[in-house]
Every structure is written in C-alpha cells, then in structure tokens.
C-alpha cells in the first residue's frame, strides 16, 4: 500500500476555496444561514487541523 504524503498549503488552499464557494451559494440564497454556519464550523476545523500540521512542518 502506497502513502501519499499531504501537502497542508495545497489543502489550506483548497480549503479556501471551498468557503468561498459556500459563501456565494449563501449570498445567492441557495442554501440556508443553518446550513452556510454548519459547513463553515466543519472548515473552519478542518482549516485549522491543516494550520497545526503545516506549523510543525515548519519548525
């Protein structure tokens, strides 16, 4: 079984993306504040696991 090594600056990146994507299906009422405030929880997390990682990566 091969592993891939993650790169956290690919994923942080990605991980912006995603919220701005999420950010404009909000502002063009296509989904709900419940569900805009739930995937930006579940980013946000995420976002900061990535944050931690690279900061190890670094020292």
């Known amino acids: 079984m091969l592993f ?3 790169n956290p600056e690919t994923i942080i ?3 912006d993306k995603a919220l701005e994507i999420l950010k404009e299906r909000y502002e063009k009422k296509i989904i709900t504040l419940e569900e805009f405030s739930k ?3 579940q980013l946000g997390k995420k976002r ?3 944050l931690k990682k690279l900061e190890k990566q670094n020292r």
């Open 4 to 6: 891939k090594k993650e």
């Open 13 to 15: 990146e990605g991980l």
């Open 39 to 41: 995937q930006c929880e």
């Open 48 to 50: 900061e696991k990535y």
